[in-house]
Nanobody, 121 residues
Framework: QVQLVESGGGLVQAGGSLRLSCAASGSIFSINRMGWYRQVPGKQRELVAT???????NYADSVKGRFTISRDNAKNTVYLQMNNLKPEDTAVYYCNAILRRTSSRVEYQYWGQGTQVTVSA
């Protein structure tokens, strides 16, 4: 089985910074894409940022220039550095990974349990 364990959420004032981490462990052959999504009550989960094994990145327009996604392939870990946080960034942030568990081409998608980020005005 595979687990994604997130850390780094919390409460911060507007303009502050937080760094989220997500470590994948278990039966992993390779990880294609890792990313972060967020969700607020009553709304759909939305993409924040993704990064491929080749380190290509993609960001939501709302976080471009403020958030930076990175990964350590050797540690199967993805990070999200969040700067200049705004109250509208308040959400539960979920880690996501698309990976292979064996040398087969079959890919699986996994989610972390979520970590709360709260930005006060």
């Amino acid at each position: 089985q595979v687990q994604l364990v997130e850390s780094g959420g919390g409460l911060v004032q507007a303009g502050g910074s937080l760094r989220l981490s997500c470590a994948a462990s278990g039966s992993i052959f390779s990880i294609n894409r890792m990313g972060w999504y967020r969700q607020v009550p009553g709304k759909q989960r939305e993409l924040v940022a993704t990064i491929t094994s080749g380190l290509s990145t993609n960001y939501a327009d709302s976080v471009k220039g403020r958030f930076t996604i990175s990964r350590d392939n050797a540690k199967n870990t993805v990070y999200l550095q969040m700067n200049n946080l705004k109250p509208e960034d308040t959400a539960v942030y979920y880690c996501n990974a698309i990976l292979r568990r064996t040398s087969s081409r079959v890919e699986y998608q996994y989610w972390g349990q979520g970590t709360q980020v709260t930005v006060s005005a």
